[in-house]
């Protein structure tokens, strides 16, 4: 796909054909070079991102890092577009047979290339092949090739989906059954290769830094190359560094890691692993506590998403809900009033106070479902629907003889809201 830029180019170069003075074969070319500069536009969007973010962010960055990111804007044009392909695709290994681009003139020699950098890595006999890798390998086989083990190892053919079939020869090579699967899977795939995972973390951490979230990467630029996306012009002034020092990043990325863990846990209905998430992530929120309590009331809430506390408080509400699924709410009621005693200044303080009484009251606590329900309503962070949830949780629980004195706010809760006709 090309933009509409592209389109334009190439629409002017027709209307001018006619006068061209080499005729047809001048036309052709030119055409071919509007095309093949849309199609390595790529190469630089990564260029701009790794310099924006080594730019902006130099300290997040050891000096080996940032060698390494600057050695790819010296890498040949080749090496860099081949790279990029197969960062954006799904991988993590690709067979050298399949790999094809127009724009990359000899693949071979940008993978050695690659190589030499640290890039990429591959295997070419079987001693470098290892077992956890082989499972992912065997993806890149076609159906025919793994039905042609498959019936290597008497195992059967009678499974017909991919995911199966891999499934059963892999299973058959764990039991001993299929001793020979490296050779056979070498014999057909041939050299395989990778992204390392030193590129792939640091061309990750470096999306990560230049779009702050994790939802967005090098396809945005092609969104708006393609039009679809607009953004109106703006000048970036970066007045205060999210991260202030590289241990802040990296304690972010390690909290972020805990709350992909706890998404996956919970999809998955995996119990053990969602309990242990809920572990980590409450010892650790505890543990930056200190931290996080003077820093909230000096930034403002966009910063303090980007701390490892506030990361680590989300998987621990998270927790909260699942403990509650559970009717767990012991253990909830622990996790939620942590959550209050360390976030002192925070905007969720509503929604966790609204909460902890409603367990409470599940626990066979009216009184003390009550206090709560009318300390967070003096809370200045509990706002909105929190708020007023709250204050119809002490009407109903604070009726007498709990509270003989109807509170203030009574009239405007009962009041009922006329609809519209």
Not at 121 to 126: D, E, N, Y
Not at 241 to 264: G, H, N, P
Not at 361 to 379: K, R
């Amino acid at each position: 796909m090309f933009n509409k830029s592209c389109y334009n180019a190439i629409k002017t170069i027709m209307k001018l054909r006619t006068s061209l003075v080499h005729g047809k074969m001048f036309f052709m070319w030119l055409i071919y070079q509007e095309l093949f500069t849309c199609m390595t536009k790529y190469q630089q969007t990564l260029w701009v991102l790794i310099q924006e973010v080594l730019k902006s962010n130099p300290h997040l960055f050891t000096n080996d890092e940032k060698i390494f990111l600057e050695s790819f804007i010296s890498l040949p044009d080749d090496s860099q577009r081949l790279f990029v392909r197969l960062y954006t695709r799904k991988g993590p290994w690709f067979r050298l047979s399949s790999i094809s681009y127009p724009e990359v003139s000899d693949s071979r020699q940008a993978i050695k290339d690659l190589s030499a950098m640290g890039y990429m890595c591959s295997f070419k006999g079987v001693d470098e092949l290892e077992e956890n890798d082989m499972e992912q390998i065997l993806n890149l086989l076609t159906v025919s090739e793994l039905r042609e083990i498959a019936s290597m190892s008497k195992n059967g053919t009678r499974v017909t989906r991919k995911q199966d079939l891999i499934a059963s020869v892999f299973s058959s090579y764990e039991d001993g059954v299929c001793p020979f699967l490296p050779s056979a899977i070498l014999d057909r795939t041939e050299i395989c290769i990778k992204i390392t995972s030193k590129a792939d973390s640091l061309i990750w951490r470096t999306e990560r830094l230049f779009f702050l979230n994790g939802e967005q990467d090098l396809s945005a630029f092609l969104l708006v190359d393609l039009g679809i996306i607009k953004y109106p012009a703006y000048h970036c002034i970066i007045s205060e560094q999210i991260f202030s020092a590289r241990s802040d990043l990296i304690a972010y990325e390690e909290a972020t890691e805990v709350a992909q863990m706890m998404d996956e846990s919970l999809d998955e209905n995996k119990s053990e692993s969602v309990l242990r998430c809920i572990k980590i992530a409450d010892s650790r929120m505890s543990h930056t506590e200190a931290t996080h309590t003077s820093a909230t009331e000096s930034v403002t809430a966009f910063f303090s998403c980007f701390s490892a506390s506030w990361v680590y408080s989300k998987v621990v509400f998270l927790g909260v809900s699942f403990l509650e699924r559970e009717r767990r709410y012991k253990d909830a009621i622990k996790l939620l009033k942590r959550l209050l005693l360390n976030f002192t200044c925070d905007g969720r303080r509503g929604n966790w106070t609204l909460r902890l009484s409603i367990d409470l009251e599940h626990m066979g606590c009216p009184n003390e479902s009550l206090l709560v329900a009318e300390d967070g309503l003096l809370d200045p962070w509990v706002r909105a629907g929190s708020r007023m949830a709250l204050q119809r949780r002490v009407l109903r629980l604070g009726k007498p003889p709990r509270r003989w004195k109807a509170p203030s706010f009574s009239s405007c809760i009962k009041r009922k809201i006329r609809e519209l006709e």
